[in-house]
T-cell receptor
């Protein structure tokens, strides 16, 4: 069965500092991995995805994520955090072959960036 | 492109009433997914539909919940005889096809409150 774990309920970081939001996954076969962001009372917005190729994926708003197959991780990173990055972040996984259907989401990590 | 449209955005029902949530996918998208987000929790997959077909309903409660995506018109998530535990945000997402690399585009959600 597919699963995603986001071990931190909340991450606090000062504006201008680098941030990391952790994600580990479990899936048989090759994974397709995604990060989404949710602002209060809004739907989810796509940030980036890993399908194949370069392990470092660049996405929207200066975010990037590194796929690490040996550690089954897909941590979200940003070199310099902004207050406006404060939101709820979700990692998601999908089985990477065939008719794959649904995305499985982690529990979410609240990112708080303080001025 | 209007994106994924969900209505109503907010719905209040008394216990025992019925709730109907509607989702119009993005233009050109023929795959619809419904997710539920309980307070302080992540997104839980409920059902995946294509036009006139339910592909995966493994996340749907066995009773009171049903979903459809007719040939014409929006997808409908129907909850009969609502209970307080059904209070949640219900998100719809759509994609153009079901290959694993496709990004799901989410609507803004429908927030159901059961009194």
């Amino acid at each position: 069965a597919q699963s995603v774990a986001q071990p931190e309920d909340q991450v606090n970081v000062a504006e201008g500092n680098p941030l990391t939001v952790k994600c580990t996954y479990s899936v048989s076969g090759n994974p397709y991995l995604f990060w989404y962001v949710q602002y209060p009372n809004r739907g989810l917005q796509f940030l980036l995805k890993y399908i194949t190729g370069d392990n470092l994926v660049k996405g929207s708003y200066g975010f990037e994520a590194e796929f690490n197959k040996s550690q089954t991780s897909f941590h979200l990173k940003k070199p310099s955090a902004l207050v406006s990055d404060s939101a709820l972040y979700f990692c998601a996984v999908r089985h990477g072959s065939g008719n794959t259907g649904k995305l499985i989401f982690g529990q979410g990590t609240t990112l708080q960036v303080k001025p | 492109n209007a994106g994924v449209m969900q209505n109503p955005r907010h719905l209040v029902r008394r216990r025992g009433q019925e709730a109907r949530l509607r989702c119009s996918p993005m233009k050109g998208h023929s795959h619809v997914y419904w997710y539920r987000q309980l307070p302080e929790e992540g997104l839980k997959f409920m059902v995946y539909l294509q036009k006139e077909n339910i592909i995966d309903e493994s996340g749907m409660p066995k009773e009171r919940f049903s979903a459809e995506f007719p040939k014409e018109g929006p997808s409908i998530l129907r909850i009969q005889q609502v209970v307080r535990g059904d209070s949640a945000a219900y998100f719809c997402a759509s994609s153009p096809q079901s290959t694993g690399a496709n990004v799901l585009t989410f609507g803004a959600g429908s927030r159901l409150t059961v009194l």
